[in-house]
């Protein structure tokens, strides 16, 4: 059987993909402390998440997807996402920025080609600056955001409680 690689591609969220992108991140509620969410969610419950993210505007869900061994479904890799930074209006020139990759997909690039399909898509768009926080440690999403012109802004020591213990939060920035 060959084992060449298969091409991944990046195109923006849509609603057929909810269940796989609950799952994804539901890995990372379980298992991780990269979220601070506790509770695991259904697709219905997330749906309004995924229905605040159009495909034009600053709020934006790009999906990364391979085919699978038949070419004729695809599974999803990860995924990236732009959002409200705060709700006051005054904040809208202003954006959060994630990704989350499924468990088995990372060390591939697909962070990479998600944020560059996110960041262009984001690049018409009256945005001034990009926002993360990376809870710690996590070396890799901290270089993913490097990578992209991060900066480190500062750390909250302690912020968020789960597993049993306190995480800090690093936040980082980027000029859009």
Same mark, same amino acid.
């Given at each position: ?6 091409? !991944?591609? !990046? ?17 990372? !509620?379980? /298992?991780? %402390? ?13 749906? %309004? ?34 959002? %409200?930074?705060? %709700? ?36 018409? /768009? ?51």
């Amino acid at each position: 059987m060959p084992s060449g690689r298969t091409e !991944v591609q !990046v195109r923006p969220g849509i609603e057929s993909d909810l269940d796989a992108l609950v799952a994804i991140y539901n890995h990372y !509620v379980r /298992e991780t %402390p990269i979220t601070f969410d506790t509770a695991v969610f259904t697709p219905e419950e997330r749906r %309004p998440w995924l229905l605040s993210h159009p495909e034009d505007g600053p709020y934006r869900l790009m999906v990364a997807t391979e085919a699978d061994s038949t070419g004729n479904s695809q599974r999803i890799l990860g995924y990236a996402t732009s959002g %409200p930074h705060r %709700p006051k209006p005054a904040y809208t020139t202003s954006v959060e920025v994630t990704v989350y990759l499924a468990p088995d997909a990372g060390r591939r690039g697909i962070g990479t080609l998600l944020y560059k399909a996110l960041f262009d898509a984001l690049a018409g /768009e009256d945005l001034h600056r990009a926002y993360a926080g990376i809870a710690q440690p996590n070396e890799a999403s901290v270089r993913l955001h490097e990578r992209f012109g991060f900066r480190h802004l500062g750390t909250f020591r302690e912020v968020g409680r789960k597993f049993g213990r306190y995480w800090d939060v690093a936040w980082y920035e980027k000029d859009l």
